[in-house]
């Protein structure tokens, strides 16, 4: 298996740098099913080209899985020819000050974006050339591919799925790295290793700047773990908590709505609310970037705050604007965050007296949404909850809004006024609550408000 990657931006050298690999050095690491060796073919100002090549022990490969897939597999094994999640392994081993975005000696390279050619030989893609265009063509790539028959003796078996691609693109090398390293083995739709938890945060990790406004990424989520249905459902749950805007302050501003406006709004609303509830503990579950928590911070009322997010860098930009370093004591005792997803349940968020749902729902796909019921409404069962969700009548007052859109594309639904007072409804009478429904902001006669609250209270 060969990987190369070569760029012609002067002085070229600086790729050598980017990469923390000496030019001068033919250099090896170990990887669980061979030896990775790292040399560079081209090495001028203005051409530098780094190859990495994996030298696979076939037997070693198969003593070390436990589960074949089929009897001949030690037999008839493509993985020591191929470039497949070994390859992958490999690149973070060799890559992994780059890929984290480093660079000691010349710091100001990582920022940069490289004139980059990548050459890949033997890439496994179920799903052909089309597929191949899906992932990459996406992220700004050429792509050029050449397939190869599954015998040029018999050309009416047709082609094999393996190709010899190139792609070029002007990228950062750390993001030409993380795009390698997710979609090489998400082209080949397998793995050589156990997926679990790990692969979520992996999956997160690598693809954060890039995986959250992917037209294909639930494919890749799919694909990158295995079709496991709760780590999936896990990851796409976070990849939809990594929009850090509202959909409808992107909306309210195009039609000339002061942008903060719309959301103070209905933060406020929430936390009125909630103020009027009496409770003495919150948690704002789906809580983003801390904005309704700030809110509930300054009422001493609250004793107790809890937020609750999927999104791991969501609660680090929280911890940042809510100064959790530079609280006093008491005030850190009073709040917590934690991550965590709302398809599960979970024992540190009982005992809280009322919870908060702000424009998550809209999120949750039908089976997701059920989930969710059940974790808030038959486990939890705080006394309280408030949830907000948009409004769909509202959206005819866009003009510049086709007709039938939803107000972004990761919101699986948009409810009518009807709509959320029968699923509201439903909900407490199947759990032993009353709820009430609210119009949040300017509301017309005709179609309501931009935003629509339900406030359920458990029946004494």
């Given at each position: 298996?060969?990987?190369?990657?070569?760029?012609?931006?002067?002085?070229?050298?600086?790729?050598?740098?980017?990469?923390h690999?000496?030019?001068?050095?033919?250099?090896?690491?170990?990887?669980?099913?061979?030896?990775a060796?790292l040399?560079?073919?081209?090495?001028?100002?203005?051409?530098?080209?780094?190859?990495?090549?994996?030298?696979?022990d076939p037997?070693?490969?198969?003593?070390?899985?436990?589960?074949?897939?089929?009897?001949?597999?030690?037999?008839?094994?493509?993985?020591?020819?191929?470039?497949?999640?070994?390859m992958?392994?490999?690149?973070?081993?060799?890559?992994?000050?780059?890929m984290?975005?480093?660079?000691?000696?010349?710091?100001?390279?990582?920022?940069?974006?490289?004139?980059?050619?990548?050459?890949?030989?033997?890439?496994?893609?179920?799903?052909?050339?089309?597929m191949?265009?899906?992932?990459?063509?996406?992220?700004?790539?050429?792509?050029?591919?050449?397939?190869?028959p599954?015998?040029p003796?018999?050309?009416?078996?047709?082609?094999?799925?393996?190709?010899?691609?190139?792609?070029?693109?002007?990228?950062?090398?750390?993001?030409?790295?993380?795009?390698?390293?997710?979609l090489?083995?998400?082209?080949?739709?397998?793995?050589?290793?156990?997926?679990?938890?790990h692969?979520?945060?992996?999956?997160?990790?690598?693809?954060?700047?890039?995986?959250?406004?992917?037209?294909?990424?639930?494919?890749?989520?799919?694909?990158?773990?295995?079709?496991?249905?709760?780590?999936?459902?896990?990851?796409?749950?976070?990849?939809?908590?990594?929009?850090?805007?509202?959909?409808?302050?992107?909306?309210?501003?195009?039609?000339?709505?002061?942008?903060?406006?719309?959301?103070?709004?209905?933060?406020?609303?929430?936390?009125d609310?909630?103020?009027?509830?009496?409770?003495?503990?919150?948690?704002?579950?789906?809580?983003?970037?801390?904005?309704?928590?700030?809110?509930?911070?300054?009422?001493?009322?609250?004793?107790?705050?809890?937020?609750?997010?999927?999104?791991?860098?969501?609660?680090?930009?929280?911890?940042?604007?809510?100064?959790?370093?530079r609280?006093?004591?008491?005030q850190?005792?009073?709040?917590s965050?934690i991550?965590?997803?709302?398809?599960?349940?979970?024992?540190?968020?009982?005992?809280?007296?009322?919870?908060?749902?702000v424009?998550?729902?809209?999120?949750?796909?039908?089976?997701?949404l059920?989930?969710?019921?059940?974790?808030?409404?038959?486990?939890?069962?705080?006394?309280?909850?408030?949830?907000?969700?948009?409004?769909?009548?509202?959206?005819?007052?866009?003009?510049?809004m086709?007709e039938?859109?939803?107000?972004?594309?990761?919101?699986?639904?948009?409810?009518?006024?009807?709509?959320?007072?029968?699923?509201?409804?439903?909900?407490?009478l199947?759990?032993?609550?009353?709820?009430?429904?609210?119009?949040?902001?300017?509301?017309?006669?005709?179609?309501?408000?931009?935003?629509?609250?339900?406030?359920?209270?458990?029946?004494?």
């Open positions: 298996m060969l990987l190369t990657i070569s760029t012609t931006r002067k002085p070229a050298t600086d790729l050598s740098f980017l990469l690999k000496h030019p001068d050095k033919v250099q090896q690491v170990e990887i669980s099913a061979g030896i060796h040399f560079y073919p081209d090495l001028s100002d203005e051409k530098c080209t780094i190859a990495l090549l994996l030298d696979i037997v070693g490969l198969v003593r070390k899985k436990s589960d074949n897939d089929f009897a001949l597999q030690q037999y008839v094994n493509d993985r020591p020819y191929v470039a497949s999640s070994l992958s392994a490999a690149i973070a081993k060799a890559f992994g000050t780059a984290g975005d480093r660079c000691q000696l010349k710091p100001e390279l990582v920022s940069i974006p490289f004139p980059l050619e990548v050459q890949l030989s033997g890439l496994p893609v179920k799903g052909g050339e089309e191949l265009h899906s992932l990459f063509a996406p992220l700004g790539y050429g792509i050029e591919a050449n397939g190869y599954i015998d003796q018999f050309p009416e078996w047709g082609q094999s799925r393996y190709y010899s691609v190139r792609l070029t693109n002007t990228v950062t090398i750390q993001h030409l790295l993380t795009h390698l390293y997710l090489i083995p998400v082209c080949d739709n397998e793995k050589h290793y156990f997926v679990g938890q692969e979520v945060e992996k999956l997160m990790e690598k693809g954060k700047d890039w995986l959250p406004s992917h037209p294909a990424r639930e494919l890749i989520t799919k694909r990158y773990l295995k079709y496991k249905s709760s780590l999936t459902n896990e990851a796409l749950s976070m990849l939809l908590k990594e929009e850090e805007e509202e959909p409808e302050e992107a909306v309210a501003e195009e039609e000339s709505i002061p942008k903060l406006r719309v959301h103070e709004q209905r933060l406020k609303a929430v936390c609310e909630l103020l009027l509830t009496g409770a003495h503990s919150v948690a704002d579950l789906g809580c983003g970037e801390g904005k309704l928590l700030k809110l509930l911070m300054e009422q001493k009322q609250f004793k107790k705050v809890l937020g609750m997010d999927v999104s791991h860098r969501s609660l680090t930009i929280a911890h940042d604007k809510l100064k959790t370093e609280m006093p004591e008491k850190k005792e009073r709040l965050l991550q965590g997803s709302l398809m599960y349940r979970d024992k540190r968020l009982e005992g809280y007296e009322a919870a908060a749902l424009e998550v729902i809209e999120h949750l796909d039908e089976p997701r059920a989930a969710m019921e059940k974790v808030i409404f038959g486990y939890t069962k705080p006394m309280h909850v408030i949830i907000t969700t948009p409004n769909k009548e509202y959206n005819i007052l866009f003009e510049s086709p039938n859109a939803m107000r972004h594309t990761d919101h699986r639904f948009e409810w009518t006024r009807t709509e959320f007072a029968d699923w509201g409804n439903r909900v407490a199947e759990h032993g609550y009353h709820v009430s429904f609210k119009a949040v902001g300017e509301e017309t006669p005709e179609v309501g408000a931009l935003t629509q609250m339900a406030i359920f209270s458990k029946n004494k």
